[in-house]
């Protein structure tokens, strides 16, 4: 984040959108890991699941972050690299 003032509005939505989109994949394949939780000792699965469900609940964080710095960036509400133009 410390950098979007180098790249330009274009840019930075790009790779807000990318990082989107590969939190929702991670955050698909956890839960479907979750479904597979296996344990033997007593109480070991409720343990699994609540680390599951911390990884969770920060992916969502950084997903909501996210997406209002994607929301900012869209409307031009911080300042960028003026866009290069082609020669």
């Not at 929702?24 to 939780?37: C, D, G, P, T």
């Not at 911390?54 to 996210?66: D, G, K, M």
């Amino acid at each position: 984040f410390s950098f979007i003032m180098l790249l330009d509005q274009d840019e930075v939505a790009r790779l807000l959108k990318k990082r989107l989109k590969a939190l929702e994949e991670i955050m698909v394949e956890l839960r479907e890991e979750q479904k597979h939780i296996v344990s033997s000792p007593p109480n070991l699965k409720l343990m699994v699941t609540d680390l599951f469900e911390h990884r969770l609940t920060v992916f969502e964080a950084e997903q909501s972050w996210t997406q209002k710095v994607l929301e900012r960036t869209q409307a031009g509400q911080y300042p960028f690299q003026e866009k290069k133009k082609s020669a």
